[in-house]
């Protein structure tokens, strides 16, 4: 364009002047009949080339009009070519006009692309959205007619995001199943265990109107025992696998009744030790949660410190805060492998604990163990 307006300027200006054509562009064959702006410049005999002045708006051709050398002490002779360029070059104004321009259309065709972009991806991600939250709000537990209708596939049509919907569709299909069979396991295996624990208790009380030698009556309180660690047992994992109770795990319940029950079902396991408990009830708080959970958590924890406690080994401390239930036991330095605090954990040491956590888990409480050299204290906190 620059080059194209030179040209177009330069033959404005010949026809201008027609019919005498007036030439911006002359030749001189010594330094005294060029400008007298070039003089002093040409008088330095500059090398053969192009050069330009911007000030005087003039480009200069630099060439030799001899073959060979010059002899020595003689300086090279030159002509120049002048071309007087004021009035047909664009001015540097008009460039930058042009770049502006062509920085606008650019910049405008950038802006709509990338707006265009943007639309296009959220069109195509709408449906991955919807369906995210259409799965979102689906409650796995009681899954209905309407939750399987917004994940339909059909809605989504044939493309990714359909194949992901039936897919979707497929999973929620077996998951309902098997949470239907896992109830219908857990509502009959509830009638089943607790049968025969029933008849089991009935016959333990018909025995204990009859007259029976010291050894049955020993034999007696073993299985009362035996029946009831069965009975505690068969509740804490029903209670685990039962998802019909939901209502339970907003109750208000004291805590130090169920400790104190907690300990006088548990109280056999110190019978032939010489073992204190002493129970510190620094506060009398309130739990909100599942209190049969509560309890068989409890139980476990009591159960624990009573069954590991070693003849001699203690007092047995239960301490009763505002927000947690501390068990201690005292350990002797001859204590057994299982205290030592390696293999202290929620998961592996003592009876139950790991269902401890679990139901600890379930009702927003925690549980931990602490164990050293001198004592293990299990900690359940709410």
């Known amino acids: 364009m620059s080059e194209d307006r030179v040209l177009t300027q330069q033959l404005q200006r010949a026809a201008d002047s027609y019919p005498f054509l007036a030439s911006n562009l002359r030749a001189y064959n010594n330094?005294?009949?060029l400008p007298e702006s070039l003089r002093e410049w040409a008088q330095t005999n500059p090398d053969e080339g192009l050069y330009e002045f911007e000030s005087e708006e003039l480009h200069v051709a630099v060439l030799s009009i001899e073959n060979e050398k010059p002899p020595a002490g003689k300086d090279q002779r030159h002509a120049f070519v002048v071309f007087d360029v004021a009035g047909i070059e664009a001015a540097s104004s008009e460039d930058w006009w042009?770049?502006?321009v062509i920085s606008g259309v650019v910049g405008t065709l950038g802006t709509?692309?990338?707006?265009?972009g943007v639309v296009v991806m959220r069109k195509a991600v709408?449906?991955?959205a919807q369906l995210a939250k259409a799965v979102a709000a689906i409650d796995l537990e009681h899954l209905s007619a309407e939750d399987y209708k917004r994940i339909e596939s059909g809605r989504f049509g044939?493309?990714?995001?359909?194949?992901?919907?039936?897919t979707i569709e497929k999973t929620l299909e077996r998951i309902s199943a098997f949470v239907e069979r896992e109830r219908y396991f857990t509502d009959s295996a509830s009638h089943e265990l607790r049968t025969p624990i029933t008849v089991i208790t009935g016959a333990l009380e018909l025995l204990e109107q009859s007259k029976l030698l010291e050894t049955d009556v020993k034999a007696l309180d073993r299985v009362r025992r035996a029946t009831l660690d069965m009975k505690t047992t068969i509740e804490m994992f029903l209670c685990l696998a039962r998802e019909t109770d939901d209502g339970l795990y907003d109750e208000q319940f004291l805590v130090m009744p169920l400790v104190s029950k907690a300990i006088d079902q548990q109280r056999y396991l110190l019978s032939r030790k010489l073992v204190d408990v002493d129970i510190d009830e620094l506060a009398t708080p309130k739990v909100s949660g599942h209190p049969q959970a509560f309890s068989i958590a409890v139980n476990n924890l009591v159960r624990n410190?009573?069954?590991?406690?070693l003849d001699g080994q203690g007092p047995i401390t239960i301490r009763i805060k505002e927000h947690e239930l501390l068990v201690t036991n005292q350990v002797n330095g001859d204590a057994d492998e299982?205290?030592?605090?390696?293999?202290a954990s929620s998961h592996g040491y003592g009876l139950g604990l790991g269902i401890v956590q679990r139901l600890c888990e379930r009702n927003g409480w925690s549980f931990s163990l602490l164990a050293d050299e001198k004592s293990v204290v299990a900690r359940l906190s709410w």
Do not use: M
């Open 98 to 100: 042009l770049l502006l």
């Open 126 to 128: 709408a449906p991955v």
């Open 112 to 116: 709509f692309g990338f707006a265009l």
């Open 158 to 166: 044939d493309d990714e995001v359909g194949v992901l919907a039936e």
């Open 338 to 343: 299982q205290h030592t605090p390696n293999e």
């Open 31 to 33: 330094v005294s009949s």
């Open 305 to 309: 410190a009573f069954e590991h406690t």
